[in-house]
């Protein structure tokens, strides 16, 4: 197996997969199963918010970037979950 390297990218990825997986649109890779939880999707996209608010000014523009892309994708679809 590959050893994975730690980076900030692969954090908001995995902040993002978990929210994604608790709006049901991705399956737990554990079960298989796909489980809707506001309540943590909410808790996930706000501790990416979070990170936005306590690493301003210390991202790469490409960090950034892609950290706003996920946060603005992520409140898209959980607005459309309502």
Do not use: H
């Amino acid at each position: 197996m590959e050893k994975m390297e730690a980076s900030f990218n692969v954090l908001i990825m995995s902040i993002g997969s978990s929210a994604a997986m608790a709006m049901g649109l991705q399956a737990d890779p554990q079960t298989g199963k796909i489980e809707v939880d506001k309540n943590l999707a909410r808790f996930n996209i706000d501790l990416l918010s979070l990170l936005k608010d306590k690493t301003k000014n210390n991202l790469t523009a490409d960090e950034n970037n892609f950290l706003d892309a996920v946060i603005n994708d992520l409140k898209t679809k959980f607005i459309a979950l309502k």
